[in-house]
């Protein structure tokens, strides 16, 4: 074997033995010849006859989901976790506030149904009567929005005028601790005053006619009144109960959404109203710390 390459088993210069499990080695079946040398030909066609591969390709798909929803989740709706994240920190606020402004709304319409207001610019003097065995000059204002039937009422008048150069503004209530009557058997409810005149001011409400007696001669500037109708506090109790949701529609709604998301929803949404708790405060502080901001760089002030 002089002209040939040495074999390339082991240095003891015996061939490899067959597998011990009763198989035929690799090296036998490499040596197409059997002459115990497998040459570069042997060796390539062996590798060519091998064993091939066969099947599909496939690849390893990987979940989509996300830190927003667990993997595997399928979102309710048809919609990404994304989206019921940004409903749940956004959208959702948003609807509850509405509603929440909408309850606010009815109960303080409700609260005003029944009151009135009127006032009266043009007060004019009708005789005097005596208090107390003093007597009082009268001005009487028409209040044309005054009810049929009052059950409560307070009324102001002022004075503008120069009367010594005297400012008065006075006011008081149906309700008064102490009325007195007059010398022709009327009630008046004393009036609180402000201001340098000195002297008592009452007054009295016949219809839409309200009256001032006063001991100052000059004609008051301006009176006002405004109260309830009989009835309406019937309706106080609808208005403070729609108020409470209003007030409740918050908290009950946080809640309930979270629920709902971490058990039959998106848990998407759930973190979303969760974060809205820190978020929508955040934003709230953080424009109104802006418009400060705006404010003071502007030149503005308090």
């Not at 003097?125 to 009810?147: C, H, I, M, N, R």
């Not at 918050?250 to 969760?274: D, E, H, Q, R």
Request: with cysteine.
């Amino acid at each position: 074997m002089d002209d040939q390459e040495d074999p390339w088993w082991d240095d003891d210069g015996e061939a490899p033995t067959e597998d011990p499990d009763g198989g035929e080695d690799l090296f036998s079946k490499l040596d197409a010849d059997g002459d115990g040398v497998v040459t570069i030909e042997e060796f390539e066609q062996g590798m060519a006859e091998g064993p091939t591969l066969t099947g599909e390709v496939s690849t390893i798909t990987m979940d989509d989901g996300s830190v927003l929803g667990a993997p595997g989740e399928e979102s309710p709706g048809g919609l990404s976790d994304s989206m019921w994240f940004v409903i749940g920190l956004i959208g959702a606020p948003i609807a509850l506030g509405v509603l929440s402004l909408i309850l606010t709304v009815i109960s303080d319409s409700l609260y005003e149904d029944g009151w009135f207001y009127d006032e009266d610019s043009f007060l004019s003097a009708e005789g005097t009567v005596q208090l107390s065995g003093e007597d009082y000059t009268v001005f009487q204002a028409d209040f044309d929005g005054v009810p049929d039937d009052v059950d409560w009422y307070q009324m102001g008048v002022q004075w503008y005028g120069d009367y010594a150069g005297d400012h008065a503004d006075c006011w008081g209530e149906s309700e008064s601790v102490m009325p007195i009557v007059s010398d022709d058997g009327r009630g008046w409810n004393s009036m609180e005053c402000w201001g340098e005149s000195d002297g008592d001011v009452y007054m009295r409400l016949d219809g839409s006619t309200g009256s001032f007696a006063t001991k100052r001669s000059d004609s008051p500037d301006w009176a006002n009144i405004d109260g309830e109708e009989a009835g309406a506090s019937s309706g106080e109790g609808i208005a403070m109960a729609i108020a409470f949701l209003g007030a409740a529609v918050w908290p009950v709604g946080l809640v309930a959404g979270m629920v709902w998301g971490f058990t039959k929803g998106s848990s998407s949404f759930a973190y979303g109203m969760l974060a809205s708790i820190v978020v929508v405060p955040l934003v709230l502080f953080g424009l109104c710390v802006i418009m400060l901001v705006v404010m003071v760089g502007s030149g503005g002030g308090f």
